[in-house]
């Protein structure tokens, strides 16, 4: 049977047109009434936003060669700033003189802070960001949409000259436009493709949505220089990430797991009665220690996390977790923030997408329930409950975790003695 080999610039032997369409189908999951109410927008909207532009026409401030000001919008949730990061260090790096802006979410802006990534966050909360609820989201009462329109009213007046958005979402591209910025970037799957003045070609090989930031450097004429998330943690907090240890009996030298339960989604959450017992069958094999992070404000419902748990601010919670070896939790927030951190993370999937949110980088694993035709559901789950996290078993977590730390050279305790277990594969996340 003859084989066929897939080049990695297949992507490339296909037109602009046919790229989106099959975008549509790798890189976004937009149901059949969203596709047509962008067909319906972009049927009004482009000859409004053409006939506007010969109208008022926007004067060229400076030559196609200089960018002094650069904007990159991305206002979601924490994961989605980690995977960020690559795409910012590249531009940095490409355009080291450019004052480089990001327009954010208040809960994501501590992330980089003392990172050198950008000059400046603009911190706007979007309507549309804020809830699961469709009738909140949408909500034309909302004040929010108020302080929004000020944030871009604010943006236009600083004469932005290049801007970038990855995501698939028609008010983004409108949001470029309206700040008058001089060169927009970004794809045109999705709608509001007349809203840009340079579209990317979508990776249809790496569907990962940090590659799809990083495949918005072509279009000006760059290449992505850094592909791994990194982020830092200053001495001072280092210093402080050691006290908190140490308040708890954990000593530099420790092997430390740390353990995240939570989710920003209810049906990304395993349980902590899950996770409590993976903990107990490690304990019982592995010489770790182990340290529970709870978001603020939450209450445990097993009396045993309560003893060794933390509920830290976002930065305090980084320098704790960068002292961690390892870090079991869900799809999460955290699990971006660790592998950003190089902490192994063994993670555990069930509406998400690996292959678009998955984590970066080596040392870490996945565990998933396959055979789900309705992943990823965007967490609008469609059933009752999760049952595709919900038929997830301790016994896979626990397979996962307990090779990880194998892997890790961590030693099993026998009554014997310790006894090393043997390195094994350790997969890898693209």
Not at 297 to 320: A, C, D, E, T
Not at 365 to 389: E, T
């Amino acid at each position: 049977m003859p084989t066929h080999t897939v080049r990695p610039d297949i992507h490339l032997n296909l037109d602009a047109k046919a790229a989106d369409q099959a975008a549509l189908g790798m890189l976004t999951k937009l149901s059949a009434r969203k596709r047509f109410l962008i067909r319906v927008l972009d049927l009004i909207a482009r000859p409004l936003t053409r006939g506007w532009d010969r109208v008022f026409p926007r004067a060229s401030r400076q030559t196609a060669e200089e960018v002094n000001r650069i904007l990159v919008v991305e206002y979601w949730n924490l994961g989605d700033i980690v995977m960020l990061t690559p795409f910012l260090r590249s531009l940095r790096i490409q355009y080291p003189k450019a004052h480089i802006t990001l327009l954010t979410s208040p809960k994501a802006a501590p992330i980089l802070e003392h990172q050198g990534l950008v000059d400046d966050l603009c911190v706007v909360r979007t309507p549309w960001a804020q809830h699961y609820s469709r009738l909140k989201k949408y909500n034309p009462f909302s004040l929010l949409w108020i302080d929004l329109f000020r944030t871009l009213r604010l943006l236009r007046r600083q004469r932005i000259d290049l801007a970038f958005a990855a995501r698939a979402d028609i008010r983004d591209k409108f949001m470029l436009w309206f700040i008058q910025v001089r060169e927009r970037v970004g794809y045109s799957f999705g709608g509001g493709a007349y809203f840009l003045t340079k579209i990317a070609l979508p990776n249809l090989q790496n569907p990962h949505q940090s590659s799809q930031w990083l495949g918005l450097l072509p279009a000006v004429g760059k290449s992505p220089i850094v592909r791994e998330p990194r982020l830092q943690v200053t001495p001072e907090e280092q210093r402080t990430a050691e006290g908190i240890l140490a308040e708890r009996g954990i000593q530099n030298g420790d092997f430390l797991v740390g353990i995240h339960p939570g989710a920003r989604s209810l049906v990304r959450q395993w349980g902590e009665a899950n996770f409590m017992a993976v903990v107990t069958r490690l304990q019982e094999e592995f010489p770790i220690k182990v340290i529970w992070f709870l978001d603020p404000g939450h209450k445990p419902m097993n009396g045993g996390i309560q003893g060794n748990s933390v509920s830290l601010p976002l930065r305090q919670f980084m320098s704790v977790l960068a002292k961690c070896q390892m870090l079991l939790c869900n799809d999460s927030g955290p699990m971006h923030l660790a592998t950003a951190l190089e902490v192994p993370v063994v993670a555990i999937f069930g509406p998400g997408e690996p292959a678009w949110f998955g984590p970066l980088g080596q040392n870490h694993r996945v565990v998933i329930q396959s055979g789900f035709w309705c992943r990823p559901c965007l967490d609008y789950c469609l059933f009752d409950q999760p049952y595709c996290l919900r038929t997830v078993t301790v016994e896979s977590v626990f397979q996962a975790a307990a090779e990880s730390l194998s892997s890790l050279s961590v030693k099993t305790t026998e009554p014997s003695g310790l006894i090393e277990h043997p390195v094994s594969n350790v997969s890898k996340s693209k």
